[in-house]
């Protein structure tokens, strides 16, 4: 049905930026939400930032001043701009949306999940 697509990752130096974006393709009748998460090393999914349909945005408190999340809904893809960036933001992030797609002439709702990118932050 619906096919999300990341890219943007790679190694970063400490105090670099770099920007991720996450495209969904397919059949899609409407997305309802959009956001990021990320898996540390050796830890377990956690939110970084989600933005509605309606185009507000939350960032987690922790990293609130240094992430952005923006979309463009005509292109159904989000961003994350990610600045003052440390080692300890080092993970895979993973992008997540939840839509409607027309399957067989119906609308179903599910939640998509892109491929995973990894950044590295480091000397």
């Known amino acids: 049905q619906v096919q999300q697509v990341e890219s943007g990752g790679g190694w970063v130096q400490p105090g670099g930026s770099v920007i991720l974006s996450c495209v969904a393709a397919?059949?899609?009748?409407?997305?309802?939400?959009m956001a990021w998460y990320r898996q540390l090393p050796g830890k377990s999914l956690e939110l970084v930032a989600n933005v509605s349909s309606e185009g507000t945005t939350n960032v987690e408190d922790s990293l609130k001043g240094r992430f952005t999340i923006t979309s463009d809904n005509a292109k159904n893809t989000v961003y994350l701009r990610m600045n003052s960036l440390e080692s300890e933001d080092t993970a895979v992030y993973y992008c997540y949306a939840d839509a409607w797609a027309s399957v067989s002439g119906a609308y179903h709702w599910s939640e998509y999940w892109g491929q995973g990118t990894q950044v590295t932050v480091s000397s």
């Open positions: 397919g059949n899609i009748f409407r997305i309802n939400a």
